[in-house]
T-cell receptor, first 108, second 117 residues
Framework: RKEVEQDPGPFNVPEGATVAFNCTYSNSASQSFFWYRQDCRKEPKLLMSVYSSGNEDGRFTAQLNRASQYISLLIRDSKLSDSATYLC?????????FGAGTTVTVRA | SAVISQKPSRDICQRGTSLTIQCQVDSQVTMMFWYRQQPGQSLTLIAT?????????ESGFVIDKFPISRPNLTFSTLTVSNMSPEDSSIYLC??????????????FGPGTRLTVL
């Protein structure tokens, strides 16, 4: 079983729509959780950390469910610029485990 | 934040040859990491490179195939040795920094896109 599993998508949504997707992780001892964004042919960049209480950053909301070992990301009022691959990342000490990514395409 | 540069940005190499990828960071960092991202797949950690000690390799990666140097706190190299087409991938250098607010953040270089013929 992969350490981090994500629905690869793609999620094709119109501008202004809300899109949400999850990832699951296998290591219950994982300590930190993140969402990274990766644009085509670019390096991953940190979108946001995910905290146990859930957190928001503008139009982005992240949730963590430790009991069920899943993390979610919700994007409200989607923009064309949100089109990217979103990587779920789970950390155990200094080691990061990456999901394969969920591709989101926002269309005009 | 950290600014990370990698050289070369891309290369096309012949089977059996070796390529050394350089990674330069604009600040001193204790831990540097080398990842590989094969087409359509997630990032896989190759090794962790600490200054002053030997690199620590992950399962499936060995020093003879991927020798790493870490001569100082701002620089590292990864060599892909005796290349085969299966080594075609993007190789990414990464560092971990404590940002303002004491948040541990991992930053990535732009990657080196390697194609082995």
């Amino acid at each position: 079983r992969k350490e981090v599993e994500q629905d690869p998508g793609p999620f094709n949504v119109p501008e202004g729509a809300t899109v949400a997707f999850n990832c699951t992780y296998s290591n219950s001892a994982s300590q930190s959780f993140f969402w990274y964004r990766q644009d085509c042919r670019k390096e991953p960049k940190l979108l946001m950390s995910v905290y146990s209480s859930g957190n928001e950053d503008g139009r982005f909301t992240a949730q963590l469910n430790r009991a069920s070992q899943y993390i979610s990301l919700l994007i409200r009022d989607s923009k064309l610029s949100d089109s990217a691959t979103y990587l779920c990342v789970v950390a155990n000490d200094y080691k990061l485990s990456f999901g394969a990514g969920t591709t989101v395409t926002v269309r005009a | 934040s950290a600014v990370i540069s990698q050289k070369p940005s891309r290369d096309i190499c012949q089977r059996g040859t070796s390529l050394t990828i350089q990674c330069q960071v604009d600040s001193q960092v204790t831990m540097m990491f080398w990842y590989r991202q094969q087409p359509g797949q997630s990032l896989t950690l190759i090794a962790t490179a600490n200054q002053g000690s030997e690199a620590t390799y992950e399962s499936g990666f060995v020093i003879d195939k991927f020798p790493i140097s870490r001569p100082n706190l701002t620089f590292s190299t990864l060599t892909v040795s005796n290349m085969s087409p299966e080594d075609s991938s993007i190789y990414l250098c990464s560092v971990r920094l404590l940002d303002r607010g004491s948040t541990d953040t991992q930053y990535f270089g732009p990657g080196t896109r390697l194609t082995v013929l």
